[in-house]
DNA sequence: TTTGCCGGATTGTCGGACAATCTAACCGCC
DNA sequence: GGCGGTTAGATTGTCCGACAATCCGGCAAA
């Protein structure tokens, strides 16, 4: 009343609020790690412990602590202890994917998106698989062809034959990129392998083209295979009667 | 209480460990939102509502809305009251970009996917720019031509330039998979600035040639200006004494 | 109509409590 | 002495109740 006329007078002295104190918790244990003082691996010490040192109520430490557990800088064991983590990226992978439904992204812009990157992981794939990656790509090939029959299974198996090149990439940087808008393109493939009956060929025989250009480190056909099997895709995508410029469903959040 | 023991009777269903509560609040109310059952801009109610509703503590209610918040489902206002709400992008891209330098990638992951990000959004803006964007990438080339002689300032507005041309690729799947390892390129063009003399002139030059290409609406134009833009600044990374291999450092992230 | 004030509602934070579970020390047995 | 089982202690998940600060809506006064 008096207090709050008193405080609002000199308006300038007033920054925002202070925050409440579960984020000032949140915050100062989330700078001692990513300034390297607290590092992934430790153990952040106990609620306990922590109520000690920020010197407020464990309800209050707790709703702080839940905001870097979601964040994955802090990972509880089974027992229930809390250590300190590197975050992991499927977490974001699908924060971001949600985003992208959620804020109605078209699947045009999802497929230049997806071109684009495709592009650059199967460059970079070219450049930097290894045998043992080519290998395990050779069998994703072999069992897609054991069940082209199957869209159900043709597109899972496209799923991770896409996440066996973006590993074959050695760039998180580019999978990070990619995984999000990816997993959404790929979500959509079994429509298309179901409504166009060379789909499944077509697309076998891309990812036979793919690995064949890995082997011979030949970035040019790599590039173009990678654009043939994205256009497959919209093309694909048109034929069966779907719209280009119509937010993706939220169906797709599902998957995940 | 009572509830508490009946769920825990039948332990034969107990898949790996029930979730603890506050998850399966938090997971309640996400499925709402994602289903479309609660929609963007509509109240969520109370906290003593969603304690009816659930059944549980109001602790426990707070831990569970703690990570909506912290996702961006769910906002607080002014009167801390809560809110549905779309995920604000931000945060994901400074978590993202968080995530990269945790996991200590290096220059040269960056610059493969920053090549490939802003060949691709270029050639979005060459289609799609409106003539109030490109006054907006004019008037920034203006500012910085104003101050080439302060690093700082040109890779501040090297930022800003990247960001308009981001907005004028209408494509939000590619802005959010380009920003983080943007900023983080662009965190260390300040450097190349300091330390290669002709850099700035170049980069402004590069600006110039990417608005004049949109304007023309020119593709090829714009992805051969974007490739020089980028490679400029590895060129200018090495000269600077840098190595591309090595992990972009954690200062980065105090930028945000 | 505008301004000021008031009561009710809501949130942020606190203290304390208890069952379930995990840890670690202890103990008896081979 | 080593080993498996037992028990006491520590820790977490959840609950209950409480209070100050703040916000909102309405009512009275100007």
Same mark, same amino acid.
């Given at each position: 009343m008096t207090t709050q006329a008193l405080m609002k007078s000199p308006p300038k002295f007033r920054r925002a609020a202070s925050s409440p104190a579960y984020r000032r918790v949140a915050e100062a244990v989330e700078r001692d790690i990513l300034a390297g003082r607290l590092k992934a691996g430790e153990p952040?010490?106990?609620?306990?412990?922590? =109520?000690? @040192?920020?010197? *407020? /109520?464990?309800?209050?430490?707790?709703?702080?602590?839940?905001l870097l557990e979601h964040s994955g800088l802090v990972r509880r064991d089974a027992s229930r202890r809390l250590w300190v983590e590197l975050p992991r990226t499927?977490?974001?992978?699908?924060? *971001?994917?949600?985003?992208?439904?959620?804020h109605e992204v078209t699947f045009r812009e999802l497929y230049d998106a997806a071109l684009a990157l495709q592009?650059?992981? !199967?460059?970079?794939? !070219? @450049?930097?698989?290894?045998?043992?990656?080519?290998?395990?790509l050779e069998r994703n090939i072999e069992r897609t062809e054991a069940k082209l029959g199957d869209p159900a299974e043709v597109a899972h198996l496209d799923g991770q034959f896409h996440e066996l090149i973006? %590993?074959?990439?050695? /760039?998180?940087? &580019? @999978?990070l990129a990619r995984e999000p808008s990816e997993l959404l393109v790929i979500?959509?493939?079994?429509? !298309?392998l179901r409504k166009v009956p060379e789909a499944p060929a077509r697309l076998v025989h891309a990812h036979r083209?793919? *690995?064949?250009?890995?082997? +011979?480190?030949?970035?040019?056909? %790599?590039? &173009? $295979?990678? +654009? +043939?099997? *994205?256009?497959? $895709?919209?093309? %694909?995508? =048109?034929?069966?009667g779907e719209d280009l410029d119509r937010p993706i469903d939220r169906i797709y959040l599902e998957s995940s």
């Open positions: 952040l010490g106990t609620e306990a412990a922590l =109520v000690a @040192q920020f010197g *407020v /109520n464990r309800s209050t430490v707790r709703e702080g602590i839940r499927e977490r974001l992978v699908s924060s *971001v994917r949600r985003a992208l439904v959620l592009l650059a992981t !199967v460059e970079a794939a !070219v @450049q930097h698989a290894t045998p043992a990656e080519i290998d395990a973006g %590993g074959a990439s050695h /760039n998180r940087v &580019l @999978q979500s959509s493939t079994e429509l !298309v083209m793919y *690995v064949d250009a890995i082997r +011979r480190r030949d970035r040019e056909a %790599g590039r &173009l $295979w990678a +654009r +043939r099997h *994205v256009e497959d $895709w919209r093309r %694909g995508f =048109v034929r069966a």
